[in-house]
Protein backbone atom coordinates (compact mmCIF):
# COMPACT_ATOMS: atom_id res chain seq x y z
CA UNK A 1 0.00 0.00 0.00
CA UNK A 2 1.28 3.32 -1.52
CA UNK A 3 1.18 6.28 1.34
CA UNK A 4 -0.90 8.20 -1.48
CA UNK A 5 -3.01 5.02 -2.89
CA UNK A 6 -5.96 6.48 -4.60
CA UNK A 7 -5.25 10.00 -4.40
CA UNK A 8 -5.27 12.76 -7.03
CA UNK A 9 -2.31 14.92 -6.81
CA UNK A 10 -1.39 17.81 -9.09
CA UNK A 11 2.35 18.94 -8.78
CA UNK A 12 2.50 22.26 -10.35
CA UNK A 13 6.06 22.95 -11.69
CA UNK A 14 6.29 19.26 -12.53
CA UNK A 15 8.80 19.71 -14.97
CA UNK A 16 12.40 20.88 -14.82
CA UNK A 17 14.60 23.03 -17.05
CA UNK A 18 17.96 21.06 -18.35
CA UNK A 19 20.39 20.01 -16.26
CA UNK A 20 22.74 17.19 -14.86
CA UNK A 21 20.93 16.42 -11.99
CA UNK A 22 16.94 15.98 -10.87
CA UNK A 23 14.62 19.13 -10.37
CA UNK A 24 12.24 18.98 -6.96
CA UNK A 25 8.92 19.11 -8.77
CA UNK A 26 9.71 15.88 -11.23
CA UNK A 27 11.25 14.06 -8.23
CA UNK A 28 8.10 15.08 -5.96
CA UNK A 29 5.78 13.90 -9.00
CA UNK A 30 7.37 10.42 -9.44
CA UNK A 31 7.60 9.89 -5.76
CA UNK A 32 3.82 10.79 -5.25
CA UNK A 33 3.39 8.30 -8.73
CA UNK A 34 5.70 5.67 -6.53
CA UNK A 35 3.17 6.09 -3.51
CA UNK A 36 0.15 5.13 -5.39
CA UNK A 37 -1.11 8.75 -6.33
CA UNK A 38 -2.97 10.03 -9.74
CA UNK A 39 -0.34 12.46 -10.88
CA UNK A 40 -1.17 15.68 -12.18
CA UNK A 41 1.82 16.71 -14.11
CA UNK A 42 1.47 20.72 -14.49
CA UNK A 43 4.75 22.83 -16.64
CA UNK A 44 3.79 25.67 -18.84
CA UNK A 45 6.05 23.35 -21.28
CA UNK A 46 3.79 20.13 -22.33
CA UNK A 47 6.50 18.37 -23.19
CA UNK A 48 8.59 18.71 -20.00
CA UNK A 49 5.70 17.87 -18.19
CA UNK A 50 4.72 14.95 -20.36
CA UNK A 51 8.54 13.35 -20.11
CA UNK A 52 7.67 13.26 -15.91
CA UNK A 53 5.04 11.72 -16.84
CA UNK A 54 6.73 9.07 -18.94
CA UNK A 55 9.22 8.40 -15.76
CA UNK A 56 6.45 7.62 -13.51
CA UNK A 57 4.85 5.55 -16.03
CA UNK A 58 7.80 3.72 -16.48
CA UNK A 59 7.59 3.16 -12.49
CA UNK A 60 4.13 1.38 -13.06
CA UNK A 61 2.31 4.71 -11.79
CA UNK A 62 -0.25 7.06 -13.33
CA UNK A 63 0.02 10.23 -14.28
CA UNK A 64 -1.39 13.09 -16.96
CA UNK A 65 0.31 16.13 -18.41
CA UNK A 66 -0.76 19.14 -18.33
CA UNK A 67 -0.01 22.73 -19.83
CA UNK A 68 -0.24 25.86 -17.85
CA UNK A 69 1.54 28.99 -17.14
CA UNK A 70 0.43 29.81 -13.88
CA UNK A 71 1.15 33.62 -14.28
CA UNK A 72 -2.23 33.70 -16.49
CA UNK A 73 -5.17 33.27 -14.30
CA UNK A 74 -7.38 31.40 -17.02
CA UNK A 75 -4.67 29.08 -17.38
CA UNK A 76 -4.97 27.66 -13.84
CA UNK A 77 -8.88 27.65 -13.70
CA UNK A 78 -8.41 26.00 -17.13
CA UNK A 79 -6.21 23.13 -15.61
CA UNK A 80 -8.26 22.73 -12.13
CA UNK A 81 -11.15 22.17 -14.18
CA UNK A 82 -9.91 19.66 -16.66
CA UNK A 83 -9.00 17.81 -13.95
CA UNK A 84 -11.96 17.99 -11.78
CA UNK A 85 -13.71 16.90 -15.01
CA UNK A 86 -11.47 13.54 -15.74
CA UNK A 87 -10.41 12.61 -12.02
CA UNK A 88 -13.29 14.22 -9.89
CA UNK A 89 -11.46 15.98 -7.71
CA UNK A 90 -8.40 16.83 -6.22
CA UNK A 91 -6.54 15.32 -3.14
CA UNK A 92 -3.21 17.36 -3.02
CA UNK A 93 -1.96 20.10 -4.29
CA UNK A 94 2.03 20.37 -4.26
CA UNK A 95 2.83 24.08 -5.71
CA UNK A 96 6.75 23.60 -6.66
CA UNK A 97 7.00 26.84 -9.44
CA UNK A 98 10.12 29.39 -8.89
CA UNK A 99 11.98 31.80 -10.77
CA UNK A 100 15.20 33.51 -9.70
CA UNK A 101 18.27 34.27 -11.15
CA UNK A 102 17.30 33.28 -14.86
CA UNK A 103 14.66 35.92 -14.59
CA UNK A 104 16.94 38.47 -13.61
CA UNK A 105 16.79 38.39 -10.14
CA UNK A 106 19.90 40.53 -8.00
CA UNK A 107 20.18 42.34 -5.17
CA UNK A 108 17.57 45.53 -4.56
CA UNK A 109 20.30 48.06 -5.40
CA UNK A 110 20.29 46.41 -9.19
CA UNK A 111 17.16 45.23 -9.87
CA UNK A 112 14.86 45.94 -12.20
CA UNK A 113 11.43 46.16 -12.26
CA UNK A 114 10.64 43.97 -14.56
CA UNK A 115 12.79 41.11 -13.64
CA UNK A 116 11.41 41.89 -9.82
CA UNK A 117 7.45 41.79 -11.76
CA UNK A 118 8.32 38.49 -13.20
CA UNK A 119 9.58 36.99 -10.11
CA UNK A 120 6.59 38.00 -7.92
CA UNK A 121 4.26 36.95 -10.46
CA UNK A 122 5.52 33.59 -10.91
CA UNK A 123 6.85 32.69 -7.30
CA UNK A 124 4.16 34.08 -5.11
CA UNK A 125 0.66 35.49 -7.26
CA UNK A 126 0.87 32.66 -9.43
CA UNK A 127 1.08 30.50 -5.94
CA UNK A 128 -1.77 32.45 -4.83
CA UNK A 129 -4.43 32.10 -7.95
CA UNK A 130 -3.34 28.40 -7.64
CA UNK A 131 -4.45 28.06 -4.48
CA UNK A 132 -7.38 29.96 -4.92
CA UNK A 133 -8.63 27.87 -7.50
CA UNK A 134 -7.98 24.39 -6.41
CA UNK A 135 -9.09 25.19 -2.43
CA UNK A 136 -12.97 25.77 -4.28
CA UNK A 137 -12.60 22.05 -5.10
CA UNK A 138 -11.09 20.83 -1.54
CA UNK A 139 -14.10 23.33 0.23
CA UNK A 140 -16.73 21.20 -1.49
CA UNK A 141 -14.73 18.10 -0.59
CA UNK A 142 -14.07 19.12 2.54
CA UNK A 143 -10.97 17.34 2.64
CA UNK A 144 -7.45 18.36 1.18
CA UNK A 145 -3.91 19.25 0.88
CA UNK A 146 -1.84 21.66 -0.16
CA UNK A 147 2.40 21.53 -0.39
CA UNK A 148 3.86 25.02 -1.16
CA UNK A 149 7.63 25.15 -1.98
CA UNK A 150 8.95 28.01 -0.16
CA UNK A 151 12.72 28.51 0.17
CA UNK A 152 15.23 29.39 3.34
CA UNK A 153 16.43 32.02 1.27
CA UNK A 154 13.37 33.86 2.53
CA UNK A 155 14.90 33.70 6.41
CA UNK A 156 18.24 33.62 5.94
CA UNK A 157 20.86 35.85 4.70
CA UNK A 158 19.98 36.49 1.06
CA UNK A 159 21.18 38.46 -1.34
CA UNK A 160 18.41 38.63 -4.42
CA UNK A 161 15.94 40.49 -3.33
CA UNK A 162 12.76 39.54 -5.67
CA UNK A 163 13.25 36.02 -4.62
CA UNK A 164 13.85 35.89 -0.93
CA UNK A 165 10.41 38.41 -0.57
CA UNK A 166 8.44 36.28 -2.98
CA UNK A 167 9.41 33.12 -0.97
CA UNK A 168 8.89 35.00 2.29
CA UNK A 169 5.31 36.00 0.85
CA UNK A 170 4.91 32.00 0.32
CA UNK A 171 5.18 30.95 4.32
CA UNK A 172 2.60 34.28 5.17
CA UNK A 173 0.65 32.37 2.46
CA UNK A 174 0.96 28.50 3.93
CA UNK A 175 0.06 30.24 7.41
CA UNK A 176 -3.07 32.37 6.43
CA UNK A 177 -4.42 29.08 4.19
CA UNK A 178 -3.81 26.97 7.43
CA UNK A 179 -5.83 28.75 9.85
CA UNK A 180 -8.51 29.87 7.18
CA UNK A 181 -8.85 26.09 5.45
CA UNK A 182 -8.52 23.87 9.01
CA UNK A 183 -12.57 24.09 9.74
CA UNK A 184 -12.95 22.17 6.44
CA UNK A 185 -10.62 19.43 6.95
CA UNK A 186 -8.23 20.99 4.82
CA UNK A 187 -3.96 20.97 5.77
CA UNK A 188 -1.78 23.29 3.87
CA UNK A 189 2.26 23.40 5.06
CA UNK A 190 5.25 24.78 3.05
CA UNK A 191 8.57 23.12 2.45
CA UNK A 192 11.64 25.71 2.80
CA UNK A 193 14.85 23.66 0.88
CA UNK A 194 18.21 25.02 1.85
CA UNK A 195 21.08 24.69 -0.99
CA UNK A 196 19.93 22.13 -3.27
CA UNK A 197 21.76 20.43 -6.58
CA UNK A 198 19.31 20.89 -8.63
CA UNK A 199 19.33 22.32 -12.45
CA UNK A 200 17.46 25.81 -11.13
CA UNK A 201 19.79 26.17 -8.32
CA UNK A 202 23.31 24.96 -10.59
CA UNK A 203 23.02 25.93 -14.24
CA UNK A 204 22.28 29.59 -13.97
CA UNK A 205 25.51 29.69 -11.37
CA UNK A 206 27.74 27.92 -13.80
CA UNK A 207 29.83 30.29 -15.79
CA UNK A 208 29.27 33.28 -13.43
CA UNK A 209 32.43 35.38 -12.13
CA UNK A 210 34.33 32.65 -14.02
CA UNK A 211 32.91 29.25 -11.79
CA UNK A 212 33.37 26.35 -13.49
CA UNK A 213 30.04 23.74 -12.44
CA UNK A 214 32.62 21.42 -9.95
CA UNK A 215 33.54 25.14 -8.28
CA UNK A 216 29.78 25.96 -7.78
CA UNK A 217 28.96 23.00 -6.54
CA UNK A 218 32.04 22.50 -4.54
CA UNK A 219 31.44 26.21 -3.21
CA UNK A 220 27.55 25.10 -2.22
CA UNK A 221 28.43 22.37 -0.86
CA UNK A 222 30.96 24.03 1.85
CA UNK A 223 28.08 25.66 2.98
CA UNK A 224 26.11 22.91 4.28
CA UNK A 225 27.02 21.38 7.88
CA UNK A 226 26.04 17.84 6.51
CA UNK A 227 29.02 17.90 3.88
CA UNK A 228 27.16 18.74 0.38
CA UNK A 229 23.55 20.17 -0.78
CA UNK A 230 20.42 18.10 -0.59
CA UNK A 231 18.85 16.98 -3.55
CA UNK A 232 15.54 16.64 -5.35
CA UNK A 233 14.59 14.00 -3.57
CA UNK A 234 14.88 15.02 -0.16
CA UNK A 235 12.33 17.88 -1.10
CA UNK A 236 10.32 15.32 -2.74
CA UNK A 237 10.39 13.02 0.83
CA UNK A 238 9.52 15.67 3.17
CA UNK A 239 6.66 16.74 0.44
CA UNK A 240 6.05 13.22 0.50
CA UNK A 241 5.18 13.45 4.61
CA UNK A 242 3.59 16.27 4.42
CA UNK A 243 0.98 15.17 1.88
CA UNK A 244 0.26 11.99 3.42
CA UNK A 245 -2.34 11.14 6.43
CA UNK A 246 1.29 10.16 8.99
CA UNK A 247 0.95 13.87 9.00
CA UNK A 248 -2.61 13.73 9.23
CA UNK A 249 -2.36 16.46 12.78
CA UNK A 250 0.63 18.62 10.88
CA UNK A 251 -0.79 22.41 9.66
CA UNK A 252 1.04 25.42 8.67
CA UNK A 253 4.28 24.45 9.34
CA UNK A 254 7.26 25.51 7.29
CA UNK A 255 9.33 22.73 7.34
CA UNK A 256 13.43 23.36 6.52
CA UNK A 257 15.30 20.91 4.74
CA UNK A 258 18.63 22.35 4.75
CA UNK A 259 21.07 19.68 6.39
CA UNK A 260 21.92 21.88 9.06
CA UNK A 261 22.43 25.11 7.43
CA UNK A 262 20.01 27.59 9.32
CA UNK A 263 21.63 26.64 12.13
CA UNK A 264 24.99 28.06 11.26
CA UNK A 265 23.60 31.11 9.51
CA UNK A 266 20.92 31.70 12.30
Not at 9 to 37: C, D
Not at 96 to 115: F, H, K, Q, R, Y
Not at 213 to 226: F, G, H, K, M
Request: net charge negative.
Amino acid sequence: MGRLDGKVAVVVGAGQTPGQTIGNGRATAQLFGREGAYVVAVDRHLDAAEATVSAIREDGGTALALAADITVEREIAGFVSETVDRLGGIDVLHNNVGVSLAAGDGPVADITSDAFDVVIATNLRGMVLTCKHVLQVMQAQQSGVIVNIASTAAVLDYPNIAYKTSKAGVIALTENLAITYAPFGIRVNCILPGLMNTPMAIEPRVGRDGLSREQVIALRDSRVPLGKMGTAWDVAEAALFLASPQAGFITGVALTVDGGQSLRNG
